[in-house]
T-cell receptor
Framework: GAVVSQHPSWVICKSGTSVKIECRSLDFQATTMFWYRQFPKQSLMLMATSNEGSKATYEQGVEKDKFLINHASLTLSTLTVTSAHPEDSSFYIC???????????????FGAGTRLSVL | EDQVTQSPEALRLQEGESSSLNCSYTVSGLRGLFWYRQDPGKGPEFLFTLYSAGEEKEKERLKATLTKKESFLHITAPKPEDSATYLCAVQVFTGGSYIPTFGRGTSLIVHP
């Protein structure tokens, strides 16, 4: 299957600093990438949909100024958590959609996730 | 409002004890139902895609089926390594994009 690389896997930062998370599709091109947040024992909460070359679409309740998304190429999207606070501590996961079209398949492949801890 | 409900929330099985996980959905214009496996602290791993009622797919001890209202993930003779959280997601086409909605998952523990 397709591989999505997410980096870093774990980051600890001080309150007020910004953290950048990278998501790369390694062996396929992805015009669309998704960013999720997952709380312990909860499902994935979609934060935003990132489209290459255009502005991201944020879900209701997600602050676009706090969670900056850039999708500069067909293989890279970044999520920057600006001025992070302890309540932003969470598990962030990205996914990339393979452009392969077979019977309309649009399979999302996920990165390994980033554990963010804000002190 | 579109909804995806997975049951049971948690399931404990003995090795070799077959069972099924359920994913029921109420969406308009389904464009695919996906099953993923997620291990603790990791991202979801793609298992299956189903698109039309009656469709079935198999992979090793797993078999996924789809009806107009729900999907089942059947696990035959599970092994301890099958222990994980299994996530179901439905995808609809809205606003010019395919948007996925995930269920809360079923946490499966298989005891040796």
């Amino acid at each position: 299957g397709a591989v999505v690389s997410q980096h870093p896997s774990w980051v600890i930062c001080k309150s007020g600093t910004s953290v950048k998370i990278e998501c790369r599709s390694l062996d396929f091109q992805a015009t669309t990438m998704f960013w999720y947040r997952q709380f312990p024992k909860q499902s994935l909460m979609l934060m935003a949909t990132s489209n290459e070359g255009s502005k991201a679409t944020y879900e209701q309740g997600v602050e676009k100024d706090k969670f900056l998304i850039n999708h500069a190429s067909l293989t890279l999207s970044t999520l920057t958590v600006t001025s992070a606070h302890p309540e932003d501590s969470s598990f962030y996961i990205c996914s990339a959609r393979d452009l392969t079209v077979h019977r309309g398949e649009n399979i999302q492949y996920f990165g390994a996730g980033t554990r963010l801890s804000v002190l | 409002e579109d909804q995806v409900t997975q049951s049971p929330e948690a399931l404990r099985l003995q090795e070799g004890e077959s069972s099924s996980l359920n994913c029921s959905y109420t969406v308009s214009g389904l464009r695919g139902l996906f099953w993923y496996r997620q291990d603790p602290g990791k991202g979801p791993e793609f298992l299956f895609t189903l698109y039309s009622a009656g469709e079935e797919k198999e992979k090793e001890r797993l078999k996924a089926t789809l009806t107009k209202k729900e999907s089942f993930l059947h696990i035959t003779a599970p092994k301890p390594e099958d222990s994980a959280t299994y996530l179901c997601a439905v995808q609809v086409f809205t606003g010019g994009s395919y948007i996925p909605t995930f269920g809360r998952g079923t946490s499966l523990i298989v005891h040796p």
